[in-house]
């Protein structure tokens, strides 16, 4: 998979996946977000809006739908772990094809049930540390200095990925400061 041009879904565009779907695309990814109707509706028309300190407020265009209907190169899995079931629904193995699933949930077991429903060799585990909200459906807070990803997988070499934020909101590097002296206490 190259890291030109990629075509993403999230399925579950909330706090994480809202903000991941944001940043890739503004990256210049293609996304597609998959969500119930009425915010799949939203993601179309207003595309999502994110506020961050760290990677600054911006509004980024993005696809959505109900369902995925076309391969991508990979679809991220954002959903609540007591919800995969259901979303999983959205996202037929067929229409995957051979598409890289991260999932980023709480807890151990998901990928093996992955694995029993998709080509095994496609689930790639991630985590993900961030503080990350949707306020509303397309508006997103991100309100952690950080976020960075790790991913692993047997098709996928271990991976740290630490998006970077826009070059004019980059914090200046601290001052140099020349050595100071401190008193010398105690007998000479």
Same mark, same amino acid.
């Given at each position: 998979?190259a890291?030109?041009?990629?075509?993403?879904?999230? #399925?579950?565009p @909330?706090?994480?996946?809202?903000? =991941?779907a944001?940043?890739l695309?503004? %990256?210049?990814h $293609?996304v597609i977000?998959l969500?119930?109707e009425?915010?799949?509706?939203?993601l179309?028309?207003?595309?999502?809006?994110?506020?961050s300190?760290?990677?600054?407020?911006?509004?980024?265009?993005?696809?959505a739908d109900?369902e995925l209907r076309?391969?991508?190169?990979?679809?991220?899995i954002t959903?609540k772990?007591?919800?995969?079931d259901?979303?999983?629904?959205?996202?037929?193995a067929k229409? #995957?094809a051979? @598409?890289?699933?991260v999932?980023f =949930?709480?807890?151990v077991e998901?990928? %093996?049930h992955? $694995?029993?429903?998709?080509?095994?060799?496609?689930?790639?585990?991630a985590?993900i540390?961030?503080?990350?909200t949707?306020?509303?459906p397309?508006?997103?807070?991100?309100?952690s200095?950080?976020?960075?990803?790790?991913?692993?997988?047997?098709?996928?070499p271990?991976?740290?990925?630490?998006?970077?934020?826009?070059p004019?909101t980059?914090?200046?590097?601290?001052?140099?400061?020349?050595?100071?002296?401190?008193p010398?206490?105690?007998p000479?």
């Amino acid at each position: 998979m190259a890291n030109d041009d990629l075509t993403v879904a999230i #399925l579950g565009p @909330g706090g994480v996946g809202g903000l =991941l779907a944001a940043l890739l695309s503004r %990256a210049g990814h $293609r996304v597609i977000c998959l969500a119930g109707e009425e915010t799949a509706n939203t993601l179309r028309t207003n595309g999502i809006r994110v506020h961050s300190t760290r990677f600054g407020d911006f509004t980024a265009p993005v696809e959505a739908d109900t369902e995925l209907r076309e391969p991508v190169d990979a679809c991220l899995i954002t959903v609540k772990a007591t919800t995969l079931d259901q979303a999983l629904t959205r996202v037929p193995a067929k229409a #995957l094809a051979d @598409g890289l699933l991260v999932p980023f =949930l709480n807890g151990v077991e998901h990928p %093996a049930h992955l $694995r029993a429903h998709y080509t095994p060799a496609q689930v790639a585990p991630a985590i993900i540390r961030v503080e990350s909200t949707r306020t509303a459906p397309g508006v997103i807070e991100h309100g952690s200095p950080f976020a960075e990803i790790d991913l692993t997988g047997d098709p996928v070499p271990a991976h740290v990925w630490t998006p970077s934020p826009p070059p004019s909101t980059r914090p200046a590097p601290p001052p140099r400061s020349s050595p100071t002296r401190r008193p010398r206490s105690g007998p000479r």
